[in-house]
């Protein structure tokens, strides 16, 4: 008979643990809408663009839809001269014909001038400027700009550039404020 009375005993106890389990799960159910909310989008398995992040706006867009862009070395080539036109851009009015399979940067002239896009007083053409040097910081924001205007759903807006080149929009972490540091985010771009 003890045996009976310790056996319901346990019974009765292994329930209690059980139902205890049961009512701290079911209280997790409560905070996990909120525990996704303070968390990264990407928590629910989609990737959100970046400048959607530093906007704010995650309405109207498909997660998972950003795209990396190009890099200066592509842009100064002239066989990415439909993508400038794309970009509302003029890659420059050829003036010889290409010797080589590729184009030069040589056998163009004019094009869409510096200070047209970031202002200033610099009004030497961005295929000129590519051509000069593609690891300076200008060449890396020209490339930024021409890969946000021609590539759909680059990680940042054409907007997003200017204001990143005026230092009106700071660049993520762990990228500081400073021209170094927005033009290395600029590079992680691509």
């Known amino acids: ?19 205890n389990r049961r009512r701290f799960i079911k209280g997790l159910g ?14 629910l398995g989609g990737e959100m663009c970046l400048s959607q992040q530093l906007s704010g706006n995650v309405s109207g867009t498909t997660n998972g839809a950003c795209v990396k862009g190009q890099n200066p070395t592509f842009w100064r080539n002239g066989s990415s001269i439909s993508l400038w036109q794309t970009a509302g851009l003029v890659y420059g009015t050829r003036i010889t014909s290409p010797t080589n399979n590729g184009t030069l940067c ?4 004019g094009g869409t001038a510096f200070n047209v896009i970031f202002g200033g007083n610099t009004t030497t053409p961005l295929r000129q400027l590519l051509c000069s040097n593609v ?27 200017l204001e990143l080149y005026t230092g009106a929009l ?3 972490p762990p990228y500081p ?13 691509w």
Do not use: C
């Not at 404020?177 to 771009?189: H, I």
């Open 106 to 109: 040589s056998h163009y002239t």
């Open 135 to 161: 690891t300076n910081s200008t060449a890396i924001w020209i490339a930024a700009y021409l890969n946000a205007a021609a590539i759909p759903n680059y990680i940042l807006t054409k907007q997003q550039v």
């Open 1 to 19: 008979m003890r045996n009976q009375e310790q056996e319901n005993s346990d019974n009765l106890t292994e329930p209690t643990e059980a139902n």
């Open 177 to 189: 404020n400073a021209n170094s540091g927005r033009t290395n985010f600029l590079k992680s771009t």
């Open 170 to 172: 700071a660049p993520p």
């Open 30 to 43: 409560g905070i996990t809408p909120v525990l996704l909310t303070l968390t990264s989008p990407s928590i």
